[in-house]
């Protein structure tokens, strides 16, 4: 568990589930807008920011068998409330509390799975559904990977939506966040 002000990021238990319910509750992409939408039960875990016990930000991670026998997939069903950013700014380090605080969490429980694992981020190729994904593979992803965190690794049709494959360069993630951070 970390915490950063009112804060506080840490994996979900099932006793989250009323938590995450009342999260769907408010949400209008339609992949998040129910436990089963947003596949709670499918997906191996989940990584979640609380402000004030409610859920502001949530995100999941799985392995990907379809991609290699070391791959996870990071920041599934990735949702967080408007209004609850870590800041202002072009640097997405500090604004965005997926990308630097839950996914830490994330890439911390796969390589407790395997050491040897290889992690990703997928977005949707399409702007299809209504979520964020098509807008961060378009722009999001090409920073990150400018900065050398990200490297577009394929397309490919996961679970029958095309998707950019963008797979994660771990140190300069972690470099990368630390130069954000003391900057």
Known sequence: MEKLGKLTFRFATNNDKSLVEDFCKLQKDNNNTSLEKMKWDWC?????????????????????PEVSPNAYRCLFRGAQLPGYTLGTGRDIFKTGIQLSYLLPLQMKWAKMQNENAELYLSMNIDDVGGGKSH???????????????????????LYN??????????????????????S
């Open 44 to 64: 191996t875990i989940w990584t979640i920011a609380l402000y004030e016990n409610k859920i502001v930000s949530i995100a999941g991670a799985h392995e990907l």
């Open 135 to 157: 807008r961060l593979n378009k722009i999001m992803c090409p920073y990150l990977e400018k900065r050398g965190v990200l490297t577009l690794e394929k397309s490919l049709n």
């Open 161 to 182: 939506v095309p998707q950019n494959l963008w797979r994660i360069n771990i140190d300069r993630y972690f470099k990368e966040r630390t130069h954000s951070f003391s």
